[in-house]
C-alpha cells in the first residue's frame, strides 16, 4: 500500500514553455500532498504543501505565479512550471501524508525536467 | 530551510561492514524519520523515530534519538551491496507542523 506515482518521469521542453507534473496517490487519499525540488547531490527542498480542495501554502522563495499547484481530488495534485526557464530545469518530487495523524510521507518517483 | 545536518556526507564501505550515519538538528521535534534515496529517484520511508522515544530497530536498521543533544543516528548491520544509496534524516517539528525539514543527506556505497 501507499502508492504514490508521477508522470510523467521525465519531460524535456523549450525555455517559455510550460508544464505540467501530475503527482497521484493509488491507493488511499490524500488530504494533503507536498511537493519538493532536488538539485543534483543535494538535498530537497520543500517548494509547497498542497491541501485539497483548498489553495497551497507556498514556501518562502517559492513564486506561487510560477509554480501552480492544483489540488482538486484527494488522490491527485498537479505542479505546473510556468514560463520555464533552463533555471527551472530540476528534478521534481512529490509526497503524500499517510492520512490524518501520519507523519509519514509517501513520495513519488520524481520527474526530471530540463529546459533547453 | 534546511535542519538536519548529517555526517558524513559520504560514506564507502566493504559488504558485509557496518554503516553508521549521524544526523543533528536545531529545534525540538515531534519526530524525526529516516528515508533512503537511490539515484535519480524518489525517497523511501525506512522509520520513523518520536521525541519521546530513545531507541528503534527495523530489520537490519537501528535508530538512536538524543534530544539532549539534537541527534540521532541511523545503523545499518552486515550492510549488502544493494544498501547504496543516499540517506536523509527528515525532522518534524514540534507544534503539529505537517512539514518535514530533511538534511542534506549521507551518499552510502556499499563494495561488494
Known amino acids: 500500500g501507499a502508492v504514490v506515482s508521477q508522470h510523467p518521469s521525465w519531460v524535456i521542453c523549450k525555455s517559455g514553455t510550460s508544464v505540467k507534473i501530475e503527482c497521484r496517490s493509488l491507493?488511499?487519499?490524500?488530504?494533503?500532498m507536498f511537493w519538493y525540488r532536488q538539485f543534483p547531490k543535494q538535498s530537497l527542498m520543500l517548494m509547497a504543501t498542497?491541501?485539497?480542495?483548498?489553495?497551497?501554502?507556498?514556501e518562502q522563495g517559492v513564486e506561487k505565479d510560477k509554480f501552480l499547484i492544483n489540488h482538486a481530488s484527494l488522490t491527485l495534485s498537479t505542479l505546473t512550471v510556468t514560463s520555464a526557464h533552463p533555471e527551472d530545469s530540476s528534478f521534481y518530487i512529490c509526497?503524500?501524508?499517510?492520512?490524518?495523524?501520519?507523519?509519514?510521507?509517501?513520495f513519488g518517483p520524481g520527474t526530471r525536467l530540463t529546459v533547453t | 530551510s534546511q535542519q538536519g545536518e548529517e555526517d558524513p556526507q559520504a560514506l564507502s564501505i566493504q559488504e558485509g561492514e557496518n554503516a553508521t550515519m549521524n544526523c543533528s538538528y536545531k529545534?525540538?521535534?515531534?519526530?524525526l524519520q529516516w528515508y533512503r534515496q537511490n539515484s535519480g529517484r524518489g525517497l523511501v520511508h525506512l522509520i520513523l523515530?518520536?521525541?519521546?522515544?530513545r531507541e528503534k530497530h527495523s530489520g537490519r536498521l537501528r535508530v538512536t534519538l538524543d534530544t539532549s543533544k539534537k541527534s540521532s543516528s541511523l545503523l545499518i548491520t552486515a550492510s549488502r551491496a544493494a544498501d547504496t544509496a543516499s540517506y536523509f534524516c527528515a525532522t518534524a517539528p514540534q507544534g503539529g507542523s505537517e512539514k518535514l525539514v530533511f538534511g542534506k543527506g549521507t551518499k552510502l556505497t556499499v563494495n561488494p
Open positions: 498542497s491541501n485539497e480542495g483548498s489553495k497551497a501554502t507556498y
Open positions: 509526497s503524500a501524508r499517510g492520512g490524518p495523524g501520519s507523519y509519514e510521507q509517501y
Open positions: 529545534t525540538s521535534i515531534n519526530n
Open positions: 491507493d488511499f487519499q490524500a488530504t494533503t
Open positions: 523515530i518520536r521525541s519521546n522515544e
